[in-house]
């Protein structure tokens, strides 16, 4: 999935327009892949991520340069973090894990100063933006379980923008971002879906005959260019606003 935030990522970045030399926080850091591109695109001053899976932290610590990013433990719902401490504050492909959006998007809210920037993106799940859509279909229609994310309705355009305008944000912005994936062959898609959380396990504890039934059909779904590669969209949704000036 790292590679699929890169790709929405850099185009949510652009988006933003954040000018060089700010305070940036990543909440739900997860392995620093957004926040590499936050030091790498954005010139930030300091960026601090959030998250709260220790081995994920422990694993964007190895990749991050320490002199410009620290990344914590903590909840999105109750950052450790003062208030109006940072210029910027994301939430990238996170928002729909959180069990209390509203409170998350309030704490955002909370840790960024008068004027400063709050956004967020996430997977178009309702509208199927899923990068892997296709296949999690699949699986559920063969009854297999598949884990959703505990708010997928969080990730609805207008739902962003309602949870923007309830945290006293102005300036609230909304804009759908399509990202593609060229593989070079099925065998390229089909194992990186093997490597993927969403899937993998599942397809792991099936039959070998069924997972073969599986992949046949995918490959139906998916079909080749001329070349033999294969090429899959995604939708994210993403959100900004800024924090109200005292």
Same mark, same amino acid.
Not at 217 to 235: N, V
């Given at each position: 999935m790292g590679t699929w935030s890169q790709i929405v990522g850099r185009i949510f970045l652009d988006w933003l327009a954040a000018p060089p030399g700010l305070r940036w926080l990543d909440v739900g850091c997860g392995n620093g892949a957004f926040t590499e591109l936050v030091v790498q695109r954005?010139? !930030?001053?300091?960026?601090?991520?959030?998250?709260?899976?220790?081995?994920?932290? /422990?694993? /964007? =610590?190895?990749?991050?340069?320490?002199?410009?990013?620290?990344?914590?433990?903590?909840? @999105?719902? %109750?950052?450790?973090?003062?208030d109006h401490d940072y210029d910027v504050a994301v939430m990238p492909l996170v928002i729909f894990f959180v069990p209390e959006p509203a409170k998350g998007?309030?704490?955002?809210? =909370? $840790?960024?100063?008068?004027?400063?920037?709050? /956004?967020?993106?996430?997977?178009d799940m309702a509208g199927g933006g899923f990068p892997y859509a296709a296949l999690l279909n699949e699986l559920r229609a063969v009854d297999v379980a598949v884990p959703h994310p505990p708010n997928e309705d969080a990730s609805r355009l207008e739902v962003m923008r309602e949870l923007w305008e309830g945290a006293g944000l102005e300036r609230v912005e909304t804009r759908v971002i399509t990202?593609?994936?060229?593989? $070079?062959?099925?065998?390229d898609y089909w194992t990186t879906v093997l490597g993927s959380p969403? %899937?993998? #396990? +599942?397809?792991? @504890?099936? !039959?070998?005959?069924?997972? /073969?039934?599986?992949?046949?059909?995918?490959? #139906?779904?998916?079909? !080749?260019?001329?070349?033999?590669?294969?090429?899959?969209? @995604?939708? +994210?949704?993403?959100v900004r606003g800024r924090v109200r000036n005292l």
């Open positions: 954005c010139s !930030p001053a300091a960026v601090v991520g959030i998250d709260l899976s220790e081995a994920q932290l /422990a694993y /964007a =610590r190895a990749r991050l340069a320490p002199a410009i990013v620290q990344c914590r433990h903590g909840n @999105a719902m %109750a950052l450790p973090i003062d998007v309030a704490e955002l809210a =909370r $840790v960024v100063k008068p004027g400063g920037i709050v /956004a967020a993106y996430a997977w990202a593609q994936r060229t593989f $070079v062959d099925f065998d969403s %899937a993998g #396990k +599942a397809l792991a @504890a099936m !039959p070998s005959d069924a997972v /073969a039934r599986l992949r046949a059909r995918l490959e #139906k779904l998916l079909p !080749p260019g001329t070349d033999g590669s294969i090429t899959c969209s @995604a939708s +994210a949704n993403s």
